[in-house]
């Protein structure tokens, strides 16, 4: 039911509104065209329909007040989505950082065969180090939804909906990874890094 007051939605066997407090017994329900004025607002940010006068968009966290912008979003994680621990955060730095130089000895191997034994000569060990780890995380987590570590950690990407993630924010991922100092936005008991603020994403148990 809506309260007759303010607009907001309440449960049905609710006495008062939980928004203005308003006694919600004898003026419990808008009328039908109140009602539908209130489900006719969507997310100036993902479209979604809102209740009237909604603060922040429920599903993408989007500040819906005259004066925002579409870039305030509200990164708090859905309730339903609970990040990954800070110690399942680390394993994953950990395992990865492995699994980084094991995928680093085929990747040589192949562009040893494909264009001479001194191919890389000429390459900046850096930038070479870069194309290998982002070439690394944008093949898994954009097929896989997670990295091989998390695969053993019982991890996985996904976005504030809790759904895959799509191209573009695994690119914003893999490159956020190399800001500098990035790896200490994780230290927290229930980390959300740099990595997984910039392009709207999160990483959670996979159970």
Known sequence: MYCYKCGKENKEEARFCKDCGAELK????????TEEKSD????????????HNSKFCRFCGQNQSDNATVSEVDITPNKKLKPASWIRRFINFVLDLIGYYLFAFPVGYVFGLLFGPNVFDNVNDVILGLFVAATYYIIFESLLARSPAKFITRTKVVNLEGK?????????RTFSRFIPFEIFSFLEANPIGWHDKLPKTMVVNDE
């Open 164 to 172: 895959k993630p799509d191209f573009g924010q695994v690119l914003g």
């Open 26 to 33: 004898d003026r419990s329900v808008l009328s039908s065209a």
């Open 40 to 51: 006719s607002e969507t997310c100036k940010n993902c479209g979604k329909e809102l209740p």
